[in-house]
């Protein structure tokens, strides 16, 4: 594990509570453009799950749905906050599942914390377990940019943050097999805009 991962795992570790309290807006807009595709009783990956609200909650009232996160603090919420849900420890880098296994794949502000030398690998592991023909949801970065914050959301904790630029995102992504099929920017309740984007796999 990388050094940025590292911190990243850490700092999610130490401030679960607190990012629980800070993000718990409601994901329906933006889930949409993803569970309108599907049907009821599909098989969904949220990766980078977290403490589990709002995202896999919402997923589960109507999908089969899975989270995977790397910090067991986040984990430990998420069993606590979610029923109907599968949750599982592990790293995006080298998903613990095997191929062809899910519908779809939301990953909500996880993919920005990977160092960007190892997006690519990340995205090839989402079409792996990806059924080809569905989706793949996603933030990513706008501008290229690295950095880290000593004291995110004020809690004298480490948290960094890597992605290229989104037209870099978009090649990695037709590389490996997907097609953008739509891009949004959502407005961060944590104080910073991401845009989002809407890829299918179609390795044909």
């Known amino acids: 594990m990388t050094e940025q ?5 850490d700092g999610y570790d130490t401030l679960a509570e607190e990012y ?6 409601d994901p329906e807009w933006v889930l949409s453009e993803l569970t309108d595709r599907l049907e009821p009783g599909d098989s969904v990956l949220d990766a980078g799950c977290g403490q589990g609200v709002p995202v896999t909650n919402t997923l589960t009232v109507d999908f089969d749905t899975v989270g995977l996160d790397f910090s067991r603090s986040q984990l430990r919420l998420a069993r606590t906050n979610v029923s109907g849900a599968r949750f599982v420890q592990g790293d995006m880098t080298a998903l613990p599942f095997e191929d062809d296994s899910f519908d779809a794949i939301c990953a ?12 690519e690998q990340v995205i090839s592991e989402f ?9 793949l949801l996603a933030t990513v970065g706008d501008d290229a940019w690295e950095g880290s914050n000593p004291d995110w959301l ?3 904790v480490e948290m960094q943050w ?5 037209e870099e995102t978009f090649e990695t992504l037709n590389r490996v097999g997907f097609e953008v099929v739509e891009q949004f920017v959502v407005d961060d309740e944590l104080g910073s805009d991401h845009p989002f984007v809407l890829a299918q796999y179609d390795p044909d």
């Open 5 to 9: 991962r590292r911190t990243v795992r």
């Open 20 to 25: 629980l309290d800070r993000r718990n807006d």
């Open 108 to 119: 909500f502000y996880s993919l920005i914390h990977i160092p960007t030398d190892e997006h």
């Open 127 to 135: 079409a792996r377990v990806l059924r080809p023909g569905n989706y």
């Open 154 to 156: 004020g809690t004298d």
């Open 162 to 166: 890597s992605f290229p630029s989104i």
